[in-house]
């Protein structure tokens, strides 16, 4: 087989005017990927740590779209555990969860998505580092560009929905559409979020066209709860604490009490939302407790904090109003920490 060649950088910010209403509505066929793909046979598909909706349903997209598109490639999804709730998507069963110990296992191609920064790939960085050719889309607008050739949108709702601008529509089919369709939901809160634009709905509906259940994908991916994390969700409002007159609801929730709620981190998603909708909070912290001296950092705001600054001041990132980091160490010093910057932006 003649050696594949590397694609030529790309890297290209889809939306160069500013603003989600400036977002192309007119979904043109838009074939880099499409050129791409076609260029290797054995091709690799990842996104980032602790998978959300967003990056579960891109990765699964594109790997269901090859599989109808491209029928002779090889093509292998790697992520970490999924949650449980996200377990009904097409091709959910064949994703590669051990890969471990697979370290270095080489592709012609790997396509990363909604994946931010090198270390939000953590395990499958061997496998990215061992793979010469790659190709990443993404929409976070803290993306650090390691992926040479990139298409990134900070403008779209979701990584699924400027995914969608770019597969060639007769080859998105029911399973196709299922995914994308959940991580749009999942990354939009159901179309809420002020990153929801005119092209959310109308790539939205295109999806709806294929026949989805969506009304069973919108409860199930979004608004389904087990038990355990119900009881999660309680024992963060019992245990709320609110800072600046009430716009600030923060609360903690170590490792003690994830295990007596039966929950673990990636059951952790649906929490934080319970604290944002408080009447009167503008912004809502959760801080829980992975490992000893490791906590994760959640931060949703509600009309004008920019709580991806915030996540960046600790190596994270996100959203302008969902963002996420996380912290080694003392819990004490670095929840003041959060607290002055939360305090420097809060109004
Ligand atoms: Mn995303």
Redesign the pocket.
């Known amino acids: 087989m003649p050696k594949a060649k590397k694609p030529k950088k790309i890297c290209i910010l889809q939306n160069k005017k500013k603003g989600r209403e400036a977002l192309d509505i007119n979904l043109k066929n838009d074939t880099q990927l499409d050129d791409v793909i076609e260029k290797y046979e054995n091709i690799a598909i990842t996104g980032h740590v602790r998978p959300?909706g967003?990056?579960l349903g891109?990765c699964l997209g594109i790997k269901n779209y090859i599989n109808n598109k491209f029928p002779s490639k090889k093509v292998t999804v790697y992520l970490e555990e999924i949650m449980d709730r996200l377990n009904f998507l097409p091709g959910v069963e064949e994703i590669d969860h051990d890969f471990n110990k697979k370290a270095g296992r080489k592709h012609d191609l790997i396509i990363v998505l909604?994946a931010s920064s090198f270390d939000r790939l953590g395990d499958s960085e061997a496998i990215f580092e061992a793979t010469e050719s790659r190709f990443s889309i993404?929409?976070?607008a803290t993306n650090t560009h390691f992926v040479d050739n990139l298409v990134l949108e900070p403008e779209s709702s979701?990584?699924?929905e400027l995914v969608y601008t770019m597969l060639d529509p007769k080859y998105v089919d029911y399973n196709v559409a299922m995914c994308l369709y959940t991580?749009m939901i999942t990354?939009s809160g159901v179309f809420k979020y002020s990153s929801t634009s005119k092209r959310t709905m109308i790539v939205a509906g295109e999806l709806m066209d294929r026949n989805i259940p969506f009304q069973t994908i919108i409860d199930g991916a979004f608004y389904s709860k087990t038990y355990e994390q119900a009881k999660v969700c309680a024992y963060a409002i019992e245990n709320v604490k609110f800072a600046f007159d009430g716009k600030c609801a923060y609360a903690i929730v170590d490792k003690n009490a994830m295990e007596k709620c039966g929950v673990t981190p990636k059951d952790m998603d649906g929490t934080i939302d319970e604290l944002r909708l408080i009447i009167g909070v503008e912004c809502a912290l959760l801080i829980y407790q992975i490992d000893e001296n490791d906590y994760k950092i959640s931060l949703r705001a509600k009309d004008y904090m920019e709580v991806d600054k915030i996540a960046v001041e600790f190596g994270g990132g996100g959203?302008v109003r969902a963002a996420g980091a996380s912290f080694d160490g003392n819990l004490e010093a670095n929840l003041k920490k959060i607290l002055e910057l939360i305090g420097a932006q809060i109004r």
Request: glycine residues 8%; negative net charge.
């Open positions: 959300d967003d990056c891109s909604d993404d929409h976070h979701s990584t699924c991580g990354d959203h």
